[in-house]
């Protein structure tokens, strides 16, 4: 019996190496903090995700841009959670809710509005309203432990709230 496991999970292990499609180079994890979405003219779109902030020529070199215009060589860095749009003009602008939460990436409770609370699992219209009247209210959340103050909101829904959100 233990020979035929030992066989069963050499196999299995040999068709995980040599018939799964690989991931790309720049696969976003867990302890990749910056994330970013390149999309439009650029050699490969998709989510990339770096230790800490980028310049635009390191993003657009990741996403396969061969030369860069010497205009685009500069050393302002771009703030995580950025979308990058290339086609005639570059546009930039921040990563959409949806997208932000599925790469883990906390919501801002100073930018949040009702549709993107609702977007947190747990959250539904009136505690999302709520959380919103509370901000205006106080003049801004400063620690997310403040929820506790919203009406739909104890301290056992923040604690499953607390990794979707930041101040």
Known sequence: MVIWLLVV????MYLLRHHTPRLPMHPCSMHLECRYELKGNVAQEGFYCFAQEQTLASLLTAAGAQEL????RTVELVPCGSSITVDTTLHLRGLATADRLNFFSPLSLAEATV???MLIPGIGEKTAEAIIAYRT??????DVHELVAVHGVGEK?????LPYLSP
Do not use: N, T, V
Request: charged share 20%.
């Open 157 to 161: 829904k923040l604690a499953l709230l």
């Open 115 to 117: 549709e993107d609370l």
């Open 137 to 142: 209210q106080q003049g801004g959340i400063h």
């Open 9 to 12: 999970g050499w196999f299995c």
């Open 69 to 72: 215009p010497d205009s685009l």
